[in-house]
Protein backbone atom coordinates (compact mmCIF):
# COMPACT_ATOMS: atom_id res chain seq x y z
CA UNK A 1 0.00 0.00 0.00
CA UNK A 2 2.48 2.33 1.06
CA UNK A 3 4.57 2.07 -2.22
CA UNK A 4 1.28 2.08 -4.40
CA UNK A 5 1.08 6.10 -2.45
CA UNK A 6 4.60 6.60 -3.15
CA UNK A 7 4.39 6.11 -6.60
CA UNK A 8 1.48 7.80 -7.01
CA UNK A 9 3.06 11.19 -5.16
CA UNK A 10 6.15 10.97 -7.24
CA UNK A 11 4.48 10.66 -10.20
CA UNK A 12 2.21 13.76 -9.70
CA UNK A 13 5.57 15.31 -8.28
CA UNK A 14 7.15 14.54 -12.02
CA UNK A 15 4.46 15.41 -13.66
CA UNK A 16 3.65 18.99 -12.02
CA UNK A 17 5.95 21.02 -13.92
CA UNK A 18 4.45 19.84 -17.24
CA UNK A 19 1.34 20.86 -15.47
CA UNK A 20 2.51 24.55 -14.59
CA UNK A 21 4.08 25.21 -17.82
CA UNK A 22 1.14 25.12 -19.95
CA UNK A 23 -1.51 25.89 -17.37
CA UNK A 24 -2.84 29.06 -19.11
CA UNK A 25 -5.39 31.28 -17.95
CA UNK A 26 -7.25 33.16 -20.81
CA UNK A 27 -6.05 33.57 -24.29
CA UNK A 28 -5.24 36.74 -26.38
CA UNK A 29 -6.70 36.53 -30.05
CA UNK A 30 -5.01 38.89 -32.08
CA UNK A 31 -5.45 40.41 -35.38
CA UNK A 32 -3.56 43.09 -37.45
CA UNK A 33 -4.18 45.80 -40.06
CA UNK A 34 -2.10 44.63 -42.97
CA UNK A 35 -1.15 47.90 -43.77
CA UNK A 36 0.10 48.76 -40.92
CA UNK A 37 1.79 45.54 -40.14
CA UNK A 38 3.80 46.24 -43.56
CA UNK A 39 4.77 50.05 -42.99
CA UNK A 40 7.80 50.34 -43.56
CA UNK A 41 10.42 51.32 -40.22
CA UNK A 42 14.15 51.06 -39.95
CA UNK A 43 14.20 48.21 -37.82
CA UNK A 44 12.19 46.49 -40.48
CA UNK A 45 12.70 47.79 -44.03
CA UNK A 46 10.89 45.90 -46.86
CA UNK A 47 9.19 44.10 -44.63
CA UNK A 48 6.27 42.12 -46.54
CA UNK A 49 6.69 40.84 -49.84
CA UNK A 50 2.79 39.59 -50.25
CA UNK A 51 0.82 41.34 -52.80
CA UNK A 52 -1.65 42.34 -52.95
CA UNK A 53 -1.89 43.16 -49.54
CA UNK A 54 -5.11 42.11 -47.88
CA UNK A 55 -7.99 44.63 -47.27
CA UNK A 56 -9.14 43.24 -44.35
CA UNK A 57 -7.89 42.30 -40.35
CA UNK A 58 -5.78 39.03 -40.53
CA UNK A 59 -5.00 36.92 -37.97
CA UNK A 60 -1.11 37.33 -36.16
CA UNK A 61 -2.31 34.68 -33.18
CA UNK A 62 -4.23 33.24 -30.50
CA UNK A 63 -2.10 33.85 -27.41
CA UNK A 64 -2.68 31.55 -24.22
CA UNK A 65 -1.57 33.36 -21.10
CA UNK A 66 -1.36 33.51 -17.27
CA UNK A 67 -2.34 36.53 -15.47
CA UNK A 68 0.92 36.36 -13.37
CA UNK A 69 3.63 35.27 -16.37
CA UNK A 70 3.86 34.93 -20.00
CA UNK A 71 3.43 31.91 -21.51
CA UNK A 72 5.77 30.64 -24.18
CA UNK A 73 7.38 27.24 -26.21
CA UNK A 74 5.42 25.20 -23.58
CA UNK A 75 6.16 22.01 -25.28
CA UNK A 76 8.26 20.61 -27.86
CA UNK A 77 5.14 19.06 -29.61
CA UNK A 78 6.18 19.61 -33.59
CA UNK A 79 4.06 21.51 -36.14
CA UNK A 80 2.18 19.53 -38.40
CA UNK A 81 2.91 20.69 -42.06
CA UNK A 82 -0.70 21.53 -44.11
CA UNK A 83 -0.36 18.69 -46.85
CA UNK A 84 -2.41 19.87 -49.85
CA UNK A 85 -2.90 23.37 -51.41
CA UNK A 86 -6.53 23.68 -50.61
CA UNK A 87 -6.09 23.31 -46.72
CA UNK A 88 -3.11 26.23 -47.31
CA UNK A 89 -5.20 28.35 -48.85
CA UNK A 90 -7.99 28.03 -46.60
CA UNK A 91 -6.33 29.06 -44.03
CA UNK A 92 -3.67 31.48 -45.47
CA UNK A 93 -7.00 33.04 -46.03
CA UNK A 94 -7.55 34.01 -42.54
CA UNK A 95 -4.06 33.60 -41.40
CA UNK A 96 -1.16 34.83 -44.32
CA UNK A 97 2.33 35.25 -44.01
CA UNK A 98 2.61 38.83 -45.06
CA UNK A 99 5.97 39.04 -45.48
CA UNK A 100 6.42 36.21 -47.97
CA UNK A 101 5.26 35.75 -51.83
CA UNK A 102 2.25 33.66 -52.46
CA UNK A 103 3.12 30.51 -53.46
CA UNK A 104 1.71 28.10 -56.42
CA UNK A 105 0.60 24.36 -55.86
CA UNK A 106 4.46 23.61 -57.09
CA UNK A 107 5.96 25.26 -54.43
CA UNK A 108 3.39 25.59 -51.22
CA UNK A 109 5.21 22.51 -49.64
CA UNK A 110 8.27 24.02 -48.81
CA UNK A 111 8.93 25.31 -45.04
CA UNK A 112 9.18 28.74 -45.38
CA UNK A 113 5.72 29.32 -46.76
CA UNK A 114 4.12 27.66 -43.39
CA UNK A 115 6.94 28.81 -41.26
CA UNK A 116 4.94 31.56 -39.70
CA UNK A 117 2.08 28.64 -38.52
CA UNK A 118 4.89 26.93 -36.90
CA UNK A 119 6.44 29.35 -35.07
CA UNK A 120 3.30 30.57 -33.74
CA UNK A 121 2.25 26.96 -33.01
CA UNK A 122 5.23 26.46 -31.50
CA UNK A 123 5.47 29.96 -29.60
CA UNK A 124 2.28 30.34 -28.70
CA UNK A 125 -0.10 26.65 -29.63
CA UNK A 126 2.04 24.17 -27.63
CA UNK A 127 0.97 26.56 -24.38
CA UNK A 128 -2.67 25.36 -24.58
CA UNK A 129 -2.26 22.20 -26.19
CA UNK A 130 -4.11 20.48 -23.03
CA UNK A 131 -7.14 21.84 -24.07
CA UNK A 132 -6.65 22.78 -27.71
CA UNK A 133 -4.95 20.13 -29.77
CA UNK A 134 -3.06 21.58 -32.74
CA UNK A 135 -5.85 21.43 -35.38
CA UNK A 136 -8.43 21.99 -33.21
CA UNK A 137 -6.00 25.29 -31.95
CA UNK A 138 -5.65 26.21 -35.91
CA UNK A 139 -10.02 25.84 -36.69
CA UNK A 140 -10.75 27.64 -33.39
CA UNK A 141 -8.57 30.88 -34.30
CA UNK A 142 -9.98 31.07 -37.86
CA UNK A 143 -13.63 30.56 -36.07
CA UNK A 144 -12.39 33.63 -34.11
CA UNK A 145 -11.75 35.67 -36.55
CA UNK A 146 -15.25 34.97 -38.44
CA UNK A 147 -16.77 35.86 -35.66
CA UNK A 148 -14.94 39.53 -34.98
CA UNK A 149 -14.69 41.78 -37.74
CA UNK A 150 -12.45 44.41 -36.82
CA UNK A 151 -13.29 46.26 -39.94
CA UNK A 152 -16.77 46.43 -39.46
CA UNK A 153 -17.07 47.05 -35.56
CA UNK A 154 -14.58 50.08 -36.31
CA UNK A 155 -17.24 51.26 -39.38
CA UNK A 156 -19.99 51.55 -36.44
CA UNK A 157 -17.71 54.59 -35.61
CA UNK A 158 -17.28 55.53 -39.05
CA UNK A 159 -13.90 54.47 -38.61
CA UNK A 160 -12.19 53.61 -42.05
CA UNK A 161 -9.15 52.68 -43.52
CA UNK A 162 -7.47 55.95 -45.33
CA UNK A 163 -8.17 57.98 -41.78
CA UNK A 164 -6.52 59.39 -38.43
CA UNK A 165 -8.89 58.74 -35.93
CA UNK A 166 -7.93 58.68 -32.00
CA UNK A 167 -6.76 56.42 -29.84
CA UNK A 168 -9.44 56.49 -27.71
CA UNK A 169 -12.33 56.64 -30.20
CA UNK A 170 -10.66 53.25 -31.79
CA UNK A 171 -10.38 51.61 -28.32
CA UNK A 172 -13.89 52.71 -26.91
CA UNK A 173 -15.80 51.62 -30.16
CA UNK A 174 -13.96 48.21 -30.20
CA UNK A 175 -14.65 48.19 -26.39
CA UNK A 176 -18.82 48.31 -27.05
CA UNK A 177 -18.13 45.92 -30.47
CA UNK A 178 -17.26 43.22 -27.65
CA UNK A 179 -19.52 44.04 -25.00
CA UNK A 180 -17.62 46.44 -23.07
CA UNK A 181 -13.99 44.73 -22.53
CA UNK A 182 -11.05 46.10 -22.44
CA UNK A 183 -9.61 45.55 -26.10
CA UNK A 184 -5.19 45.43 -26.70
CA UNK A 185 -4.12 47.96 -29.10
CA UNK A 186 -0.87 47.69 -30.86
CA UNK A 187 0.73 50.59 -32.52
CA UNK A 188 4.54 51.13 -34.16
CA UNK A 189 5.87 54.71 -34.88
CA UNK A 190 7.77 55.29 -37.54
CA UNK A 191 10.36 58.41 -36.75
CA UNK A 192 8.71 61.55 -36.68
CA UNK A 193 5.28 60.18 -37.62
CA UNK A 194 2.38 59.39 -35.69
CA UNK A 195 1.65 55.99 -34.64
CA UNK A 196 0.36 53.48 -37.35
CA UNK A 197 -2.39 50.97 -36.10
CA UNK A 198 -0.89 47.74 -36.62
CA UNK A 199 -3.03 44.97 -34.28
CA UNK A 200 -6.18 45.15 -32.20
CA UNK A 201 -6.64 41.60 -29.45
CA UNK A 202 -9.73 40.05 -27.95
CA UNK A 203 -9.41 38.50 -24.86
CA UNK A 204 -10.96 35.28 -23.43
CA UNK A 205 -11.58 32.83 -20.80
CA UNK A 206 -10.08 29.98 -21.02
CA UNK A 207 -12.78 28.10 -22.80
CA UNK A 208 -13.16 30.81 -25.26
CA UNK A 209 -17.02 30.86 -24.20
CA UNK A 210 -16.43 34.51 -22.46
CA UNK A 211 -14.59 37.58 -23.83
CA UNK A 212 -12.58 39.66 -21.04
CA UNK A 213 -10.55 42.81 -19.98
CA UNK A 214 -7.70 41.95 -21.86
CA UNK A 215 -5.07 41.93 -18.57
CA UNK A 216 -3.79 45.33 -17.97
CA UNK A 217 -0.56 44.38 -17.16
CA UNK A 218 -0.06 43.09 -20.76
CA UNK A 219 -1.75 45.71 -22.53
CA UNK A 220 -0.05 47.13 -25.48
CA UNK A 221 -2.11 50.42 -26.00
CA UNK A 222 0.49 52.75 -24.58
CA UNK A 223 2.31 51.97 -27.90
CA UNK A 224 -0.42 54.05 -29.52
CA UNK A 225 0.14 57.41 -27.54
CA UNK A 226 -2.81 59.49 -26.43
CA UNK A 227 -3.73 61.47 -30.09
CA UNK A 228 -4.56 60.40 -33.60
CA UNK A 229 -3.09 57.63 -35.18
CA UNK A 230 -2.86 56.61 -38.62
CA UNK A 231 -5.48 54.06 -40.25
CA UNK A 232 -3.70 53.64 -43.65
CA UNK A 233 -5.57 52.53 -46.08
P1 LIG B 1 4.94 36.53 -31.87
O1 LIG B 1 6.23 35.80 -31.61
O2 LIG B 1 3.74 35.67 -31.95
O3 LIG B 1 4.78 37.71 -30.98
O4 LIG B 1 5.08 37.11 -33.34
C1 LIG B 1 6.09 37.98 -33.64
C2 LIG B 1 6.75 37.53 -34.90
O5 LIG B 1 5.79 37.22 -35.90
C3 LIG B 1 7.61 38.62 -35.43
O6 LIG B 1 8.78 38.05 -36.01
C4 LIG B 1 6.72 39.22 -36.50
O7 LIG B 1 7.42 39.90 -37.46
C5 LIG B 1 6.04 38.00 -37.04
N1 LIG B 1 4.75 38.29 -37.69
C6 LIG B 1 3.71 38.94 -37.18
N2 LIG B 1 2.71 39.01 -38.05
C7 LIG B 1 3.15 38.37 -39.16
C8 LIG B 1 2.58 38.08 -40.42
N3 LIG B 1 1.32 38.44 -40.74
N4 LIG B 1 3.31 37.41 -41.32
C9 LIG B 1 4.57 37.02 -41.01
N5 LIG B 1 5.17 37.24 -39.85
C10 LIG B 1 4.46 37.91 -38.93
Known amino acids: MMGIVFKLILL ?8 INSSFQYLTFVQQWPRG ?14 NPLPTVFTIHGLWPGNFTKI ?7 PYTSLRTFQDWN ?5 WPDLTKPSPTAQTFRQEKFQSFWRH ?14 QATYFSRTIQLSQRHNILNYLAT ?26 PDLMCVTPP ?28 R ?6 NTISFPA
Open 12 to 19: ILLLCPLT
Open 120 to 133: EWTKHGTCSENMYP
Open 37 to 50: YCTDNPANPNRCQR
Open 71 to 77: LQNCTSS
Open 157 to 182: SNIRPGSNPTVSSVNSTIYKAISNHV
Open 221 to 226: TRSCGT
Open 192 to 219: RQTPVLVEIGICFNATMTTIIDCPSGFL
Open 90 to 94: NRNLR
